[in-house]
Nanobody, 124 residues
Framework: QVQLVESGGGLVQAGGSLRLSCAASGRTFSNYTVGWFRQAPGKEREFVTAISTNGGWIYTADSGKGRFTISRDNAKNTVYLQMNSLKPEDTAVYYC?????????????????WGQGTQVTVSS
């Protein structure tokens, strides 16, 4: 099992950048695919991006293509989400999630472990 803790959220102006971190505890973190999701008030949880165990593949939703980049450093047990050109519509609580078995990386039900979330607010 792994425990996940997000950090790096905060308030930024539109057009700015922010890097989120997902720190994992556990001896087998490198065996887990990790995804980022976000949820804005009144909206359903939305897939953002995911990365395979060794970074061999990355899948990003259309909303983040060209702006968001996921990466991982297994030696540090950390996954990152670099967000550039932020827009007010990116405002949400961002969650990282992990799974040791994956059928559909964009589906929240594919993930077994979730962090507590970190708030990202983008002002106009």
């Amino acid at each position: 099992q792994v425990q996940l803790v997000e950090s790096g959220g905060g308030l930024v102006q539109a057009g700015g950048s922010l890097r989120l971190s997902c720190a994992a505890s556990g001896r087998t973190f490198s065996n887990y695919t990790v995804g980022w999701f976000r949820q804005a008030p009144g909206k359903e949880r939305e897939f953002v991006t995911a990365i395979s165990t060794n970074g061999g593949w990355i899948y990003t939703a259309d909303s983040g293509k060209g702006r968001f980049t996921i990466s991982r450093d297994n030696a540090k047990n950390t996954v990152y989400l670099q967000m550039n050109s932020l827009k007010p519509e990116d405002t949400a609580v961002y969650y990282c999630a992990a799974t040791g078995k994956l059928l559909r990386p964009s589906y929240s039900g594919s993930y077994d472990y979730w962090g507590q979330g970190t708030q990202v607010t983008v002002s106009s």
